[in-house]
Every structure is written in structure tokens, then in C-alpha cells.
């Protein structure tokens, strides 16, 4: 079964940071651009962040710009999203997607199924 599962959420307080991962089972994230994307109640889903197939190419939001690394280890089969300084609008739940084109593209072929990242004091 083709999969990917992000783990690495939780609850933080401004200020902090967590690391999200996506590993993807089934099929190898060699030859995929992966993205992160993120909803927050009653807003529609943003990209985040996207890493292409070789992970020298990366793209951010700007309003996660400085803040949030994206990077990719393939032997693990995993990315990961290294977000420091979480804000409160940070808040959502985030999902890792895969593509088999270019992240300029915007179509994700994999998509896993969130994991929620709360940023409170």
C-alpha cells in the first residue's frame, strides 16, 4: 500500500519549535518533489514548503520564510519540516504530499493524512 505518514506534531508555545516528518512506505520518495501544506479551521489548505527530487532546490511561504527548513534524507525515505519560532497562526493541521513532477507544478500525486500542530501559551 502507497502511503506517507507525517509524526512530529503537538503542542507548543510560541516562540518554540518542532520537526515534522513524513515517511513514505510502499514506494520510494527518491524520485518525488515533496511539499508541505498546511489547514487551519475554516481557512482553505496553503503550501507550505516543496523539495524537489534531489533536495537542492526548496521553496517556502513567505510567511514561513527564516522559520521553517524543509529537508530531505532518502536512505530514511523521509522530509522533514524543522520549524522554529512557531507563532500562533502557525496553528493547523499539517500534511506531507508527494509528486512526480517538479514542485513548480503543483500536483501532488501522495498525500498523507495530517498531523495537528497547535502553537499556545
Known amino acids: 500500500q502507497l502511503q506517507l505518514v507525517e509524526s512530529g506534531g503537538g503542542l507548543v508555545q510560541p516562540g518554540g519549535s518542532l520537526r515534522l516528518s513524513c515517511v513514505a512506505s510502499?514506494?520510494?520518495?527518491?524520485?518525488?518533489?515533496v511539499g508541505w501544506f498546511r489547514q487551519a479551521p475554516g481557512k482553505e489548505r496553503e503550501g507550505v514548503s516543496c523539495?524537489?527530487?534531489?533536495?537542492?532546490?526548496?521553496k517556502y511561504a513567505d510567511s514561513v520564510k527564516g522559520r521553517f527548513t524543509i529537508s530531505r534524507d532518502n536512505a530514511k525515505n523521509t522530509v522533514y519540516l524543522q520549524m522554529n519560532n512557531l507563532k500562533p497562526e502557525d496553528t493547523a493541521v499539517y500534511y506531507c504530499?508527494?509528486?512526480?513532477?517538479?514542485?513548480?507544478?503543483?500536483?501532488?500525486?501522495?498525500w498523507g493524512r495530517g498531523t495537528q500542530v497547535t502553537v499556545s501559551s
Open positions: 504530499a508527494a509528486a512526480g513532477r517538479p514542485c513548480s507544478a503543483q500536483s501532488f500525486d501522495y
Open positions: 510502499g514506494f520510494t520518495l527518491d524520485y518525488y518533489a
Open positions: 523539495i524537489s527530487v534531489g533536495g537542492g532546490s526548496t
